[in-house]
């Protein structure tokens, strides 16, 4: 029986619930954030907390509690859920009250929610078949920088992706990759370059993101960020995805047409292992 938290709470899942008038579950009124947890350590979580503290910002709602509780909160849950490796989500909504646009007042609290999920994350199936997407188009809301949970298009994407015998989807929008579904995409052109596209409105900032491309520059890869179209990607030396809980994941097909030689790069492999090693360094 797993233990969650709800509202300053720890319980058995089964007894955990939140209002029918919450606003997440009317409006999709939240933020959320997912942190990775590797030998019962938590991954990068100073870099989720800022961007928790920038979604909400975002969104005019306030910060529930101090940064120290929470990751309080995430250590609770990793130790009595005996958490080696997978994740913790926590989700913020802007609270519970009878249904109206109009957002409720500040004495309104917010729902806080948390709970672990089990996850192999390491010795990763996908990463070593590496994974192959298919392309879409990106019909979401134009404010993709904030991690809300309005994931219904990116759920629609994936199930599509799966069945077309895919495992993601890359979004494109005016003829350029975006990202997937819930990970940034990267090509490795035919001169050795990491090529991803550029911070805006259009794309999640990744914490992962910003690890991996620190880890490049370590290794002396030239990076540019910048929009690639879907024929770029294709005619790509190598592909690969970054995410919270998929680290660095190669993609070897597009559309169905293999990237470079059709198996995980070099690139992506050794990315991949000096993130772990440096996430595992500074996990807390």
């Not at 880890?215 to 970054?242: D, L, M, N, P, Q």
């Amino acid at each position: 029986m797993r233990t969650v938290y709800v509202n300053g709470n720890f319980l058995p899942e089964e007894e955990a619930t939140v209002s029918v008038f919450d606003r997440g579950f009317l409006f999709a009124d939240a933020i959320y954030e997912v942190t990775s947890v590797l030998d019962g350590k938590l991954i990068d979580f100073s870099g989720h907390m800022t961007r928790l503290h920038r979604s909400l910002d975002a969104l005019g709602m306030a910060m529930p509690m101090k940064d120290a509780d929470l990751l309080a909160i995430h250590r609770e849950l990793v130790s009595r859920n005996a958490l080696s490796e997978g994740l913790v989500y926590l989700q913020i909504s802007r609270g519970a009250e009878d249904r109206d646009f109009a957002f409720p007042g500040p004495d309104v609290p917010p729902t806080v929610v948390l709970f672990t999920q089990e996850k192999q994350i390491i010795e990763s199936a996908l990463v070593k078949r590496g994974q192959k997407v298919i392309t879409t188009d990106d019909l979401r809301w134009r404010r993709c920088d904030i991690k809300t949970v309005q994931l219904l298009w990116a759920s629609i994407v994936k199930n599509e992706a799966k069945a077309k015998g895919a495992d993601d989807a890359w979004m494109v929008r005016d003829g350029y990759v975006t990202e997937g579904s819930s990970n940034n995409a990267y090509i490795v052109t035919t001169d050795g370059t990491i090529v991803t596209r550029d911070i805006s409105n259009d794309i999640l900032a990744g914490i992962t993101r910003t690890a991996v491309l620190k880890c490049a520059a370590e290794i002396g890869v030239t990076v540019e960020e910048r929009a690639f179209t879907v024929a770029e990607a294709k005619a790509a030396r190598e592909a690969f995805s970054t995410s919270a809980t998929g680290f660095v994941t190669p993609v070897i097909a597009i559309d169905g047409e293999p990237v470079g030689d059709g198996k995980p790069g070099p690139v992506a492999a050794r990315l991949r292992e000096i993130y772990i090693e440096m996430s595992r360094a500074a996990a807390i």
